[in-house]
């Protein structure tokens, strides 16, 4: 097989090196943004290759790979660059790099494979070597004359840069390559070259001799010389040197107009702009040629002035820049890049009124009315609160960018961006409808805030305007053609944001002071954030500080529009402040506005009309909103209104999906203990307890034990109590009932028993059996095995929410004195700090017993009562879980069985008990106790066995 030329397998590979005027596809994956980046130094690149400058053209192209790394097409254009020069290696590494990028690429392996051997290389261009004025010219006028010869054979001028021989045609032409060039690049086109910047050799006659029937004086013949030398050296790119002959040459014979502009070519060449100028306005004011050149000469001052305003601007010096980049603008006048580069510096410094003038002047130039400074004189007038005026702009500017390309829609976007900052949503949908397409996320992002605040939520999220975004100007150059676009800005930071996210950390820690602190800082920050000002209420009002949110909350509706959620929250304030005339008036103010959020609906309906509050969350859970929400803020809203079971099934598949978060799992455990699932109740508290000791959930000591409590709680299913009383039994124990004697007696007791179905929401059952006797008695009372008695009942607890148990009991006969009979019992108990707590050494305790029953057989009715006053003492010093408990006592019972006289008794005191905590674990709080308590009790009425000494124990395991 035939192998490839290296040049032919390279053709294949890049479709042919593009001529530099002309589209470049350069390949997929390539964004218009990338290519306006990319293209510059592909233009710089192929004039590198041309000039054969090795280095720039390396650097060139590696740097457009870098920008487009997947861009096979300029790989290809970096491996010409190695084979141009030799590298042949390189360009095989390249296309090695590459194939292992793109594997499927045919022409990347033709091109590898078709590789040859380096071209030889170009030899150096002569250098001529300057000597001294005088030397110079005897030595060119003592050499042959050179007979006319056309111009060497460089680069023929484009005729664009030929026809531009009058300032009128040059700017005509300027403005007319401006526009081309900034069309051609928004559709994804690099800027022209095919106008270069500096006018061409080609363009000026190579210098005459004298006519032959003339004879040529000495310093004719040797300004002639030094004349050829000089456009000899123009050729070769050695133009100090050709302007060092050509002024040598114009000094000889100053009124030689070929030599006056081969010394300006020669010096614009050099970048002695300034000279140029001031050489074409000595005697040349006439000369069209001159004109031309001193005219090209401000246009390339004016380059340098852009290419140092973008450094400024880059560097974050923006005063710079707009003094940079105004030079640029005055020098330039027909440029439109350089216009627009200063008017978008003049946005980036935030001088609105510089910007409205400034774009004013140079709309009125003819040709200037351009789509790019109408959008930044618009911006400026809306910054400075002329709407109607900034509209009229953006209207224009869209009405000149209609074309389908990325001016187009870069343009929309930004009057899109000024439409949802003046409010204008309606506005801004039209903009974007047109632009709405498959994965456009710019477009998405801003429809999405457009509809914000047309659309209900389910959470309060009051709507927030976006603030105005500047656009931005976006410039590059390459061979002195400045380009420069308008991008839509990205949205300016949010100062109040930090404090908002410090002000959300601290309101989930419950350190509600810090979060109203850092709230107050974000709505200084920001004090237009509606969002800012419904946090630092919120956070006012749970730092338990109503008052201060309710002037807040006064505040902030006294300004613009009212906001529901604001109207909502304030409601509730004045319904704790107890104003219910303002509180109904907000509800309904709030409730009448469409754009109130469905949970601040829930919240109002719920204190005067629950049922309708559960029918609106009935309704959003069978609409599209609830796809808004997280399993865990459903769970939340559930809970509101009092649905348990949707709330759990919410919790659940938080869990199960992982996004439960920790400081929902007590919630989470509550809602299933209460639907009397107790075993996941249990395991959403051991997760809780296991978070708080990983330091994952900020839980106090106390509530830690609680939540153990609830464990232990909620875990058993069995238990045994003893009991051992003189003159007195526990209250609700086993003993309950027995025979009261009127002397002085010690009673013993026991009881096991067992919750079949476990704790459930709190109402249980229990089956339970044991005994009881009367060890001792005073005097002949009756005491020991006689007195035995057996017991055998079930007992429920009907209601969650109440201590009130209900049982049936079989007494059944041991002893000779006991007996069969059946017994119904009721007993009530309230409790308050009767647990051991650990946030505090002492603490306020009450306990109440009440109880009455009837034995069915024997036709006797019993009740008995005992209330508790004190303060329970934790004694640290000997142990945390011992517990003294000094109190008043006042007690009474009655006996249906006993004499008239005798059948109550009544007595108060004091008393004083101490119960010892234990049997518990890493989960579960102390489960069991020992409790002696000792009263001494005064007779208030009935019997005499109402007073003296009370003494009892009791095991409660």
């Not at 930090?498 to 002071?513: I, K, P």
Request: aromatic share 6%; charged share 20%.
């Amino acid at each position: 097989m035939k192998r490839l030329s290296p040049s032919l397998a390279l053709t294949l590979l890049l479709a042919a090196l593009p001529a530099l005027g002309q589209p470049v596809d350069l390949g997929p994956g390539v964004s218009g943004y990338t290519r306006f980046l990319v293209y510059p130094h592909l233009q710089k690149g192929f004039q590198a290759l041309r000039e054969a400058q090795q280095t720039l053209a390396y650097e060139e192209f590696e740097q457009a790979l870098k920008l487009a790394p997947d861009s096979a097409v300029i790989a290809g254009y970096l491996v010409e660059a190695y084979r141009h020069f030799g590298d042949h290696d390189k360009a095989r590494q390249l296309l090695q790099r590459q194939l292992a990028r793109h594997p499927d690429d045919p022409r990347l392996r033709q091109a590898l494979a078709s590789l040859g051997p380096a071209a030889p290389t170009r030899p150096p261009a002569p250098q001529v070597t300057a000597g001294g004025a005088g030397d110079r010219a005897a030595e060119l006028a003592a050499a042959p004359a050179p007979a006319p010869a056309p111009a060497p054979a460089v680069e023929a001028a484009p005729p664009r840069a030929r026809a531009a021989a009058t300032p009128d045609a040059a700017s005509a032409d300027a403005r007319q390559t401006s526009r081309r060039d900034r069309a051609s690049s928004a559709g994804g086109r690099p800027p022209s070259r095919s106008a270069p910047a500096t006018t061409r050799l080609a363009a000026l006659a190579p210098p005459a001799m004298p006519p032959a029937n003339q004879a040529p004086q000495h310093g004719a013949r040797a300004a002639y010389a030094l004349a050829d030398a000089a456009y000899k050296a123009s050729a070769t790119g050695d133009f100090a040197a050709a302007a060092r002959d050509a002024r040598q040459a114009l000094q000889l014979q100053p009124d030689n107009a070929d030599y006056r502009r081969l010394l300006a070519y020669a010096l614009l060449e050099t970048g002695a702009y300034a000279d140029v100028e001031a050489l074409a306005g000595e005697r040349s004011s006439s000369d069209p040629a001159m004109v031309a050149l001193a005219d090209q000469a401000r246009r390339q001052r004016a380059y340098v002035e852009f290419e140092a305003a973008s450094r400024s601007l880059a560097a974050g010096d923006v005063d710079g820049a707009v003094t940079q980049a105004a030079r640029g603008a005055q020098l330039a006048p027909a440029t439109l890049a350089q216009q627009v580069q200063w008017l978008g510096a003049l946005a980036a410094a935030q001088r609105w009124s510089a910007l409205d003038d400034a774009a004013s002047q140079v709309l009125q130039r003819p040709g200037m009315d351009d789509a790019d400074i109408r959008l930044l004189r618009a911006h400026a007038r809306q910054r400075l609160g002329r709407l109607d005026d900034a509209n009229a702009d953006y209207d224009r500017a869209l009405a000149l960018s209609s074309d389908p390309d990325t001016r187009s829609r870069n343009a929309r976007l930004i009057v899109a961006d000024a439409a949802l900052a003046a409010g204008q949503t309606v506005r801004a949908e039209q903009l974007l409808a047109a632009l709405s397409g498959p994965a456009d996320a710019a477009v998405d992002a801003r429809l999405r805030q457009a509809s914000a605040g047309a659309r209900r939520t389910l959470l309060p999220s009051p709507t927030v305007v976006p603030a105005l975004a500047t656009p931005r100007v976006v410039c590059v150059g390459s061979a002195h053609t400045p380009y420069c676009e308008l991008w839509p800005g990205d949205a300016p930071a949010d100062p109040g944001a930090v404090h908002a996210d410090a002000a959300l950390r601290a309101y989930a820690a419950r350190s509600y002071a810090v979060a109203a602190t850092q709230a107050r800082s974000a709505v200084e920050q920001s004090p237009a954030n509606r969002r800012y000002q419904l946090l630092l209420v919120r956070a006012l009002l749970a730092a338990d500080q109503p008052q201060q949110a309710l002037e807040r909350a006064n505040e902030f509706l006294s300004h613009g529009e009212p906001e529901p959620e604001l109207l909502a929250l304030r409601s509730a304030l004045h319904r704790q402040l107890e104003h219910p005339q303002a509180a109904a008036a907000d509800a309904r103010a709030a409730l009448a506005d469409p754009r109130l959020s469905v949970s601040s609906q829930i919240d109002l309906l719920l204190p005067s009309d629950p049922a309708q509050a559960r029918a609106v969350f009935a309704a959003a859970q069978h609409s599209p909103m609830m796809g808004e929400l997280s399993d865990t803020d459903a769970a939340y809203l559930a809970v509101r209104v009092g649905d348990d079971a949707s709330a759990a099934q919410a919790f659940d598949r938080a869990a199960q999906h992982g996004q439960l978060p920790d400081h929902a799992l007590l919630d989470a455990g509550y809602v299933a203990g209460r639907l009397g699932r107790s075993q996941v109740a249990v395991d959403y508290f051991k997760r809780a307890i296991d978070a708080a000791e990983a330091g994952r959930l900020a839980l106090t000591p106390q509530r830690l034990f609680e939540t153990r409590r609830e464990v232990a709680d909620r875990t058993r299913t069995w238990g045994a109590i003893l009991s051992l009383g003189y003159r007195g039994v526990s209250p609700g124990g086993q003993m309950a009932g027995t025979p009261t004697t009127l002397g002085d007696s010690l009673q013993a007791g026991m009881e096991l028993y067992w919750r079949p179905a476990g704790y459930r929401d709190g109402s249980y059952y229990e089956l339970y059996g044991g005994g009881f006797q009367t060890p001792w008695a005073k005097g002949a009372a009756p005491s020991g095995g006689p007195t035995t008695q057996a017991m055998l009942g079930a007992r429920v607890k009907p209601l969650s929410s109440l201590n009130l148990v209900l049982a049936i009991e079989r007494r059944l006969k041991v002893g000779r004195l006991s007996s069969n009979d059946w017994l119904l019992r009721a007993g009530y108990s309230y409790t308050h700090g009767t647990d051991l707590r650990i946030d505090a050494d002492s603490w306020f305790t009450v306990q109440v017993y009440a109880e009455a029953g009837r034995f069915l057989r024997a036709h006797r009715s019993y009740a008995t009562f005992e209330a508790n006053l004190g303060r329970s003492i934790r004694l640290n010093d000997i142990d945390a879980q011992l517990v003294l408990f000094p109190h008043l006592v006042l007690a009474a019972d009655h006996d249906s069985k006993l004499a008239p006289g005798q059948r109550s008794a009544s007595g108060a005191g004091i008393g004083v008990a101490a119960r010892c905590w234990f049997n518990q674990d890493r989960y579960q709080a102390p489960r069991s106790y020992l409790d002696v308590s000792l009263q001494y009790r005064a007779r208030l009425g009935g019997d005499a066995r109402g007073k003296g000494v009370f003494l009892r124990a009791t095991l409660n395991f």
